[in-house]
Protein backbone atom coordinates (compact mmCIF):
# COMPACT_ATOMS: atom_id res chain seq x y z
CA UNK A 1 0.00 0.00 0.00
CA UNK A 2 1.44 3.30 -0.82
CA UNK A 3 1.88 5.69 2.15
CA UNK A 4 0.15 8.92 2.27
CA UNK A 5 1.15 12.32 4.13
CA UNK A 6 -1.38 14.86 4.38
CA UNK A 7 -0.83 17.99 6.76
CA UNK A 8 -2.22 17.63 10.16
CA UNK A 9 -4.42 20.72 10.08
CA UNK A 10 -5.71 23.98 8.25
CA UNK A 11 -7.67 27.04 8.93
CA UNK A 12 -9.63 28.80 6.21
CA UNK A 13 -12.48 31.52 6.29
CA UNK A 14 -16.30 31.16 4.86
CA UNK A 15 -15.88 31.71 1.40
CA UNK A 16 -12.40 31.28 0.53
CA UNK A 17 -11.46 28.00 -1.53
CA UNK A 18 -9.02 25.37 0.49
CA UNK A 19 -6.37 23.02 -1.40
CA UNK A 20 -5.29 19.99 1.23
CA UNK A 21 -2.31 18.39 -1.14
CA UNK A 22 -1.69 14.84 -0.15
CA UNK A 23 1.92 13.28 -0.99
CA UNK A 24 1.67 9.76 -1.96
CA UNK A 25 5.96 8.98 -3.30
CA UNK A 26 5.36 5.80 -3.67
CA UNK A 27 1.98 5.50 -5.65
CA UNK A 28 1.64 2.43 -8.09
CA UNK A 29 0.46 1.92 -11.48
CA UNK A 30 -2.55 0.50 -10.37
CA UNK A 31 -3.61 2.98 -7.58
CA UNK A 32 -6.59 5.14 -7.52
CA UNK A 33 -6.61 8.15 -5.55
CA UNK A 34 -9.64 8.47 -3.46
CA UNK A 35 -10.92 11.54 -0.49
CA UNK A 36 -12.91 10.73 2.25
CA UNK A 37 -14.41 13.65 4.75
CA UNK A 38 -15.12 12.85 8.34
CA UNK A 39 -17.70 15.30 10.50
CA UNK A 40 -17.53 14.95 14.16
CA UNK A 41 -19.25 11.84 15.59
CA UNK A 42 -19.91 10.51 12.30
CA UNK A 43 -18.46 7.90 9.86
CA UNK A 44 -16.14 8.84 6.92
CA UNK A 45 -17.98 9.84 3.52
CA UNK A 46 -16.79 9.37 0.11
CA UNK A 47 -15.83 12.95 -1.72
CA UNK A 48 -14.06 11.94 -4.83
CA UNK A 49 -11.71 9.73 -6.33
CA UNK A 50 -9.49 9.85 -9.38
CA UNK A 51 -6.54 8.77 -11.44
CA UNK A 52 -4.97 10.93 -13.44
CA UNK A 53 -5.70 14.96 -14.38
CA UNK A 54 -8.70 16.15 -12.68
CA UNK A 55 -11.57 15.29 -11.48
CA UNK A 56 -14.78 17.15 -11.02
CA UNK A 57 -18.13 16.58 -9.08
CA UNK A 58 -21.07 19.00 -6.86
CA UNK A 59 -18.52 18.54 -3.68
CA UNK A 60 -14.82 19.08 -4.94
CA UNK A 61 -11.92 19.04 -7.19
CA UNK A 62 -9.09 16.51 -7.36
CA UNK A 63 -6.11 17.37 -9.59
CA UNK A 64 -3.34 14.64 -9.65
CA UNK A 65 -0.42 15.67 -11.46
CA UNK A 66 1.35 14.09 -14.35
CA UNK A 67 3.66 12.15 -12.10
CA UNK A 68 1.02 11.17 -9.40
CA UNK A 69 2.86 11.27 -6.70
CA UNK A 70 0.75 13.93 -5.06
CA UNK A 71 -2.95 14.70 -4.99
CA UNK A 72 -4.54 18.09 -4.12
CA UNK A 73 -8.01 18.55 -3.09
CA UNK A 74 -10.13 21.47 -3.75
CA UNK A 75 -12.93 23.00 -1.82
CA UNK A 76 -14.26 25.91 -3.56
CA UNK A 77 -15.89 28.71 -1.31
CA UNK A 78 -15.94 26.58 2.05
CA UNK A 79 -18.62 27.11 4.40
CA UNK A 80 -18.85 26.61 8.45
CA UNK A 81 -19.97 23.15 7.55
CA UNK A 82 -16.64 21.88 5.63
CA UNK A 83 -15.41 21.75 8.84
CA UNK A 84 -14.14 18.22 9.12
CA UNK A 85 -11.49 15.70 8.64
CA UNK A 86 -10.24 14.96 5.68
CA UNK A 87 -8.71 11.67 4.18
CA UNK A 88 -6.34 11.17 1.58
CA UNK A 89 -6.28 7.31 0.57
CA UNK A 90 -4.36 5.40 -2.29
CA UNK A 91 -5.19 2.17 -3.04
CA UNK A 92 -6.08 -0.19 -6.06
CA UNK A 93 -10.15 -0.11 -6.70
CA UNK A 94 -10.35 -3.89 -7.76
CA UNK A 95 -9.60 -7.32 -6.48
CA UNK A 96 -8.16 -7.32 -2.55
CA UNK A 97 -7.12 -4.41 -0.42
CA UNK A 98 -7.27 -3.19 3.27
CA UNK A 99 -8.50 0.18 3.01
CA UNK A 100 -6.29 2.09 5.40
CA UNK A 101 -6.68 5.29 6.37
CA UNK A 102 -4.17 7.88 7.87
CA UNK A 103 -4.63 10.67 10.23
CA UNK A 104 -6.16 13.03 8.04
CA UNK A 105 -6.23 16.36 8.11
CA UNK A 106 -8.66 18.43 10.23
CA UNK A 107 -10.00 21.56 8.48
CA UNK A 108 -11.35 24.19 10.36
CA UNK A 109 -13.28 27.08 8.80
CA UNK A 110 -14.26 30.28 10.80
CA UNK A 111 -16.78 32.99 10.07
CA UNK B 1 -30.85 5.12 0.05
CA UNK B 2 -27.64 3.04 0.67
CA UNK B 3 -27.30 2.02 4.61
CA UNK B 4 -24.67 0.45 7.32
CA UNK B 5 -26.13 -0.28 10.41
CA UNK B 6 -24.63 -0.55 13.89
CA UNK B 7 -26.43 -2.35 16.54
CA UNK B 8 -25.35 0.34 19.10
CA UNK B 9 -24.70 4.07 19.08
CA UNK B 10 -23.12 4.11 22.67
CA UNK B 11 -22.61 1.12 24.33
CA UNK B 12 -21.07 0.93 28.89
CA UNK B 13 -19.55 -2.79 29.60
CA UNK B 14 -17.56 -3.56 32.15
CA UNK B 15 -13.68 -5.00 31.73
CA UNK B 16 -13.75 -9.55 31.47
CA UNK B 17 -17.30 -9.09 29.47
CA UNK B 18 -17.36 -10.69 25.90
CA UNK B 19 -18.57 -7.96 23.67
CA UNK B 20 -20.17 -7.89 20.45
CA UNK B 21 -20.67 -5.08 18.36
CA UNK B 22 -22.90 -5.59 14.89
CA UNK B 23 -23.25 -4.45 11.73
CA UNK B 24 -25.43 -5.45 8.53
CA UNK B 25 -25.41 -3.17 5.39
CA UNK B 26 -27.97 -3.43 3.01
CA UNK B 27 -26.07 -3.18 -0.43
CA UNK B 28 -25.15 -6.44 -1.07
CA UNK B 29 -21.28 -5.39 -0.65
CA UNK B 30 -18.57 -8.49 -0.73
CA UNK B 31 -15.84 -5.95 1.91
CA UNK B 32 -16.69 -5.18 5.11
CA UNK B 33 -14.28 -3.58 7.73
CA UNK B 34 -14.32 -2.71 11.50
CA UNK B 35 -12.38 0.34 12.40
CA UNK B 36 -11.58 2.48 16.16
CA UNK B 37 -11.04 5.36 15.93
CA UNK B 38 -9.19 7.34 19.17
CA UNK B 39 -8.36 10.76 19.31
CA UNK B 40 -4.93 11.66 17.55
CA UNK B 41 -4.71 8.39 15.92
CA UNK B 42 -7.12 8.09 12.90
CA UNK B 43 -9.13 5.54 11.91
CA UNK B 44 -6.88 2.00 12.85
CA UNK B 45 -8.14 -1.13 10.75
CA UNK B 46 -8.72 -4.08 12.91
CA UNK B 47 -10.16 -6.50 10.98
CA UNK B 48 -11.79 -6.83 7.01
CA UNK B 49 -13.42 -9.45 5.08
CA UNK B 50 -13.87 -9.48 1.46
CA UNK B 51 -16.84 -12.71 1.47
CA UNK B 52 -18.52 -14.61 3.97
CA UNK B 53 -16.84 -16.65 6.33
CA UNK B 54 -13.40 -14.68 4.97
CA UNK B 55 -11.40 -12.88 7.46
CA UNK B 56 -8.43 -10.89 7.13
CA UNK B 57 -6.50 -9.01 10.16
CA UNK B 58 -5.59 -5.33 9.90
CA UNK B 59 -3.45 -3.67 12.02
CA UNK B 60 -4.64 -3.83 15.02
CA UNK B 61 -6.09 -7.41 15.41
CA UNK B 62 -5.19 -8.08 18.91
CA UNK B 63 -7.90 -9.06 21.35
CA UNK B 64 -10.22 -8.52 18.73
CA UNK B 65 -12.05 -11.17 16.18
CA UNK B 66 -14.87 -11.29 13.59
CA UNK B 67 -17.96 -13.42 12.39
CA UNK B 68 -19.21 -13.62 9.18
CA UNK B 69 -21.89 -15.83 8.45
CA UNK B 70 -23.84 -13.96 6.37
CA UNK B 71 -22.41 -11.77 3.44
CA UNK B 72 -25.23 -8.69 4.76
CA UNK B 73 -23.54 -9.02 8.51
CA UNK B 74 -19.97 -8.62 10.20
CA UNK B 75 -20.12 -8.77 13.68
CA UNK B 76 -17.02 -7.51 16.01
CA UNK B 77 -15.83 -9.76 19.32
CA UNK B 78 -13.72 -8.19 22.39
CA UNK B 79 -13.56 -11.58 23.84
CA UNK B 80 -12.07 -10.25 27.14
CA UNK B 81 -13.34 -6.48 27.21
CA UNK B 82 -10.25 -4.02 28.57
CA UNK B 83 -10.24 -0.48 29.50
CA UNK B 84 -8.08 0.43 26.61
CA UNK B 85 -10.44 -1.08 24.15
CA UNK B 86 -13.00 2.22 25.17
CA UNK B 87 -13.29 3.32 21.71
CA UNK B 88 -15.37 4.72 18.61
CA UNK B 89 -15.62 1.27 16.38
CA UNK B 90 -16.74 1.83 13.16
CA UNK B 91 -17.79 -0.34 10.33
CA UNK B 92 -17.66 -0.02 6.75
CA UNK B 93 -19.10 -1.75 3.56
CA UNK B 94 -17.73 -1.67 -0.05
CA UNK B 95 -18.19 -3.26 -3.30
CA UNK B 96 -15.54 -5.53 -4.79
CA UNK B 97 -14.41 -2.48 -6.91
CA UNK B 98 -13.65 -0.23 -3.68
CA UNK B 99 -15.28 2.62 -5.74
CA UNK B 100 -16.85 3.93 -2.39
CA UNK B 101 -17.00 2.52 1.21
CA UNK B 102 -20.07 3.46 3.22
CA UNK B 103 -19.60 4.01 6.85
CA UNK B 104 -21.95 3.16 9.76
CA UNK B 105 -22.31 5.58 12.63
CA UNK B 106 -20.48 4.42 15.13
CA UNK B 107 -20.27 2.51 18.19
CA UNK B 108 -19.03 4.54 21.31
CA UNK B 109 -17.99 1.94 23.82
CA UNK B 110 -17.38 2.50 26.86
CA UNK B 111 -15.31 -0.37 29.07
CA UNK B 112 -15.33 0.13 32.58
Known amino acids: LAKTTQPISMDSYEGQEVNITCSHN???????ITWYQQFPSQGPRFIIQ???TKVTNEVASLFIPADRKSSTLSLPRVSLSDTAVYYC????????????FGTGTRLLVSP | DVKVTQSSRYLVKRTGEKVFLECVQD?????MFWYRQDPGLGLRLIYF???????EKGDIPEGYSVSREKKERFSLILESASTNQTSMYLC???????????FGQGTRLTVV
Open chain 1, 89 to 100: LVGVISGFQKLV
Open chain 1, 50 to 52: GYK
Open chain 2, 92 to 102: ASSPTDFTEAF
Open chain 2, 49 to 55: SYDVKMK
Open chain 2, 27 to 31: MDHEN
Open chain 1, 26 to 32: NIATNDY
